[in-house]
């Protein structure tokens, strides 16, 4: 009976591979720095990653649907640059600026929804491809300059990045909240279900009367709806924004919800699993940081870490270290 | 079989088809809206082109193969970009310094072994692993960078040598230095993709992977060879540019793998693998320099340079899927 429990341990350790990794991570690094676990610190760290954790969280979706988004970081650039300049315009202000935001991001995520989905293009190139057009389009809307906030005294907005109710800071309570959502819609609703099921192998799902473009179409809903709102965070949070304040953060969320588990050839990975991804993104910085080595180490240990999580996820499925390739 | 011919006409001419409608179009778009005097069809104007292309182009005939084989490198801007700072901070090592000259030549060598060196740890990873080479090179596309930003901060590294500058402008006929690496480069990858036994492996690789196993291809020395290639190309790329130009950003390069991959699929490379062509890519390099280069012409900005490429590299996978599919009975689901 002992053994059995163990051996259900041991399965589980397995499993939650990188729950343990960033367990033990925590508890190391707190009791040689005990600042590292401070109540401000905890919150500081969770704060800066919740702009990446909020796109990291629509992208679960995409990935696990069997697709890549390679435009999220473009499209939140998109996102920030334009409801801060609805918000300057008199005829909207910040009541309208928000909700006419959303829409056009998600009329754009509705696009390459449609692409991937409906006209069954690669959503690789096609998300490249909407990488640079919509970098065009925020290039234009802005017409290259910067976007501010003149008076920031006089407007509620900065609420959404700066403000905090109950001592927690807003930006974590909407990445909380928002992963609370997504993570019961994709568990225990027959939608999650579907999702699976498309990524997972997507003609035995159509045979089974999945209709699998829409179900893919929804996942870039889903995906674009998380970019407006972590644009609105980082728009708030800064009163401004530059035309490239996205740029390149595609690939960093790309990896926090690889690191977190999900398999890029689709059907696999969970909300849950992706914010223990982007925490451990978050933490290692912070570590990092803490221990007084330079910022861009931090780069090349999430390389590091990265290739390990991956290795090992797959060593222990094959039941091998090292691969089979001749 | 007649129309399988003609279908393949169409797929391979397109990219040709496609630089000639946007030279008439820039041609005589330019005598309307273009504030400049000269005409778009210039000689100057084309030598020019294609010294700018080269940069992009020496890559992307790296990520052809890379590509034809199944696999992708996302890591070639950071590669791009260290190499760049070992090229030029490296000159000013004292013993090199003492060299006078002679520390050119080592230079690139030191900065062309920092590619291949790159591209072998990519190579020994996807071998070693069995990570898909999309995860890898992208973990050491933060990696590389991350490495770039260690070596000299935020800072820029400039080193300016003006008989390597002079080697960088040097012409044969009016075509400069990079143009002729990157013409250079193109023919001999040609050449070994299309005539010798590793190109022909490289396409087996790519097809069909347990084949390949079987007929005794050793696919992972294979990919590991090409890994090297493309960061030695990576490191060619970055030698050209900035013999001639002597000051590095940390942030250049950025991008540039995703220029590649777009400047590949325009040319007619599958992202599954299997198929494609260097002479595609090298269409493909030329479209969008071509329409970088027009648009400007006639007065356009980056914006909607941006927008039409993206835009048009979604309409050619439109269109491939529409020339693919068709007569193919393909099962609808």
């Given at each position: 009976?002992?053994?059995?429990?163990l051996?259900a341990?041991?399965?589980?350790?397995?499993?939650?591979g990188?729950?343990?990794?960033?367990v033990?991570?925590?508890?190391g690094?707190s009791l040689?720095?005990?600042?590292?676990?401070?109540?401000?610190?905890?919150?500081?760290?969770?704060?800066?990653?919740?702009?990446?954790g909020?796109?990291a969280l629509?992208?679960?979706?995409v990935v696990?649907g069997?697709?890549l988004?390679l435009?999220?970081?473009?499209?939140m650039?998109?996102?920030?640059?334009?409801v801060?300049?609805?918000?300057?315009?008199?005829?909207?202000?910040?009541?309208?600026?928000?909700?006419?935001?959303f829409?056009?991001t998600?009329?754009i995520?509705?696009?390459?929804?449609?692409l991937v989905g409906y006209l069954?293009?690669?959503?690789?190139?096609?998300?490249?491809?909407?990488?640079?057009?919509?970098?065009g389009l925020?290039l234009?809307?802005?017409?290259?300059?910067?976007?501010?906030?003149?008076?920031?005294?006089?407007?509620w907005?900065?609420?959404?990045?700066?403000?905090?109710?109950?001592?927690?800071?807003?930006?974590?309570?909407i990445?909380g909240?928002?992963?609370?959502?997504l993570?019961?819609?994709l568990?225990?609703?027959?939608?999650?279900?579907?999702?699976?099921?498309?990524?997972?192998?997507g003609?035995?799902a159509?045979?089974?009367?999945?209709?699998?473009?829409?179900?893919?179409f929804?996942?870039?809903?889903?995906?674009?709806?998380c970019?407006?709102?972590?644009?609105?965070?980082?728009a708030?949070?800064?009163?401004?924004?530059?035309?490239?304040?996205g740029?390149?953060?595609e690939?960093?969320?790309?990896?926090?919800v690889?690191l977190?588990?999900?398999?890029?050839?689709?059907?696999?990975?969970?909300?849950?699993?992706?914010v223990?991804?982007v925490l451990i993104?978050?933490?290692?910085?912070?570590?990092l940081?803490?221990?007084?080595?330079q910022?861009?180490?931090?780069?090349?240990?999430?390389?590091?870490i990265?290739?390990?999580?991956?290795?090992?996820?797959?060593?222990?499925?094959?039941?091998?270290l090292?691969s089979?390739?001749? | 079989?007649?129309s399988?011919?003609m279908?393949?006409?169409?797929k391979?001419?397109?990219?040709?088809?496609?630089i000639?409608?946007?030279?008439i179009?820039?041609?005589?778009?330019?005598?309307?809206?273009?504030?400049?005097?000269?005409?778009?069809?210039?000689?100057?104007n084309?030598?020019?082109?294609?010294?700018?292309?080269?940069?992009i182009?020496?890559?992307?005939v790296g990520?052809t193969?890379i590509?034809?084989?199944g696999?992708?490198?996302?890591s070639?801007?950071?590669t791009?970009?260290?190499?760049?700072?070992?090229m030029?901070?490296?000159m000013?090592?004292?013993?090199?310094?003492s060299?006078?000259?002679?520390?050119?030549?080592?230079?690139w060598?030191?900065?062309?072994?920092?590619?291949a060196?790159?591209?072998?740890?990519?190579?020994?990873?996807?071998?070693?692993t069995?990570?898909?080479?999309?995860?890898?090179?992208?973990?050491?596309?933060?990696?590389?960078?991350?490495?770039?930003?260690m070596?000299n901060?935020?800072?820029?590294t400039?080193?300016?040598?003006w008989t390597m500058?002079d080697?960088?402008?040097w012409?044969?006929?009016?075509?400069?230095?990079?143009?002729?690496?990157?013409?250079?480069?193109?023919?001999i990858?040609?050449?070994v993709?299309t005539?010798?036994?590793?190109?022909?492996n490289?396409y087996?690789?790519?097809?069909?992977r347990?084949?390949?196993?079987n007929?005794?291809?050793?696919v992972?020395?294979?990919?590991?060879?090409?890994?090297?290639?493309?960061?030695?190309l990576?490191?060619?790329?970055a030698?050209?540019?900035?013999?001639?130009?002597?000051?590095?950003n940390?942030?250049?390069?950025?991008l540039?793998?995703l220029?590649?991959?777009?400047a590949?699929?325009?040319?007619?490379?599958k992202?599954?693998?299997g198929?494609?062509?260097?002479?595609?890519?090298?269409?493909?390099?030329?479209?969008i320099?071509?329409?970088?280069?027009?648009?400007?012409?006639?007065?356009a900005?980056?914006?909607?340079?941006?927008l039409v490429?993206?835009?048009i590299l979604?309409?050619?996978l439109?269109l491939?899927?529409?020339?693919?599919?068709?007569?193919k009975e393909?099962l609808k689901?």
């Amino acid at each position: 009976m002992a053994e059995k429990n163990l051996d259900a341990v041991g399965r589980f350790l397995a499993r939650q591979g990188i729950l343990v990794a960033f367990v033990l991570f925590m508890v190391g690094f707190s009791l040689w720095n005990p600042r590292f676990i401070d109540i401000d610190n905890v919150f500081g760290v969770i704060r800066s990653s919740a702009i990446l954790g909020v796109m990291a969280l629509g992208v679960t979706f995409v990935v696990i649907g069997g697709n890549l988004d390679l435009s999220v970081g473009s499209l939140m650039s998109f996102s920030a640059i334009v409801v801060l300049d609805l918000h300057e315009n008199p005829a909207f202000g910040p009541f309208l600026a928000i909700p006419v935001m959303f829409a056009m991001t998600m009329a754009i995520g509705a696009l390459i929804g449609f692409l991937v989905g409906y006209l069954r293009l690669n959503s690789l190139i096609v998300t490249l491809g909407m990488l640079s057009a919509i970098h065009g389009l925020t290039l234009t809307w802005s017409g290259g300059q910067n976007m501010d906030i003149a008076n920031q005294d006089a407007t509620w907005f900065g609420v959404f990045g700066r403000g905090t109710a109950l001592g927690i800071p807003i930006p974590v309570l909407i990445f909380g909240l928002l992963a609370a959502v997504l993570a019961i819609l994709l568990a225990k609703t027959p939608f999650g279900r579907k999702v699976y099921a498309v990524g997972g192998n997507g003609t035995a799902a159509t045979f089974s009367g999945i209709p699998r473009a829409r179900v893919v179409f929804f996942t870039y809903l889903i995906s674009s709806f998380c970019v407006a709102t972590a644009g609105l965070i980082q728009a708030s949070r800064t009163m401004g924004a530059q035309n490239t304040v996205g740029q390149g953060m595609e690939l960093e969320v790309l990896a926090a919800v690889i690191l977190g588990g999900a398999s890029l050839l689709g059907g696999s990975g969970t909300v849950f699993k992706t914010v223990i991804g982007v925490l451990i993104l978050g933490f290692i910085q912070n570590g990092l940081l803490l221990a007084g080595l330079q910022f861009y180490v931090q780069f090349v240990v999430t390389w590091v870490i990265i290739i390990l999580a991956v290795w090992l996820d797959i060593a222990t499925k094959r039941g091998k270290l090292w691969s089979a390739i001749a | 079989m007649k129309s399988d011919n003609m279908s393949n006409l169409i797929k391979n001419g397109a990219i040709w088809g496609f630089i000639v409608l946007e030279l008439i179009f820039f041609q005589i778009a330019g005598e309307f809206w273009s504030l400049s005097e000269r005409a778009f069809m210039d000689l100057d104007n084309m030598l020019l082109l294609l010294k700018q292309s080269a940069p992009i182009g020496i890559i992307a005939v790296g990520m052809t193969v890379i590509m034809i084989n199944g696999n992708i490198d996302l890591s070639v801007g950071a590669t791009y970009a260290l190499c760049a700072i070992v090229m030029l901070d490296s000159m000013s090592w004292p013993f090199m310094e003492s060299l006078g000259d002679w520390a050119i030549p080592l230079a690139w060598l030191f900065a062309l072994l920092t590619g291949a060196v790159l591209g072998l740890i990519n190579g020994i990873i996807v071998w070693k692993t069995g990570v898909d080479a999309f995860i890898v090179t992208l973990g050491s596309m933060l990696g590389y960078r991350g490495l770039v930003f260690m070596y000299n901060g935020e800072n820029p590294t400039y080193h300016l040598n003006w008989t390597m500058v002079d080697i960088a402008e040097w012409d044969l006929f009016g075509v400069e230095t990079p143009a002729l690496v990157f013409l250079a480069v193109a023919l001999i990858v040609w050449f070994v993709m299309t005539r010798t036994v590793h190109g022909r492996n490289a396409y087996a690789v790519g097809n069909n992977r347990e084949a390949a196993v079987n007929a005794a291809i050793r696919v992972g020395p294979h990919m590991l060879i090409n890994f090297v290639l493309i960061g030695f190309l990576a490191a060619l790329s970055a030698v050209t540019f900035y013999s001639g130009s002597g000051s590095v950003n940390p942030n250049d390069g950025m991008l540039f793998e995703l220029w590649a991959i777009t400047a590949v699929v325009l040319g007619g490379t599958k992202l599954i693998g299997g198929a494609g062509s260097i002479v595609g890519t090298f269409g493909g390099v030329i479209a969008i320099q071509l329409l970088r280069k027009g648009l400007g012409h006639i007065g356009a900005d980056t914006a909607t340079v941006n927008l039409v490429i993206g835009l048009i590299l979604i309409a050619v996978l439109f269109l491939d899927r529409q020339l693919n599919v068709k007569g193919k009975e393909e099962l609808k689901v």
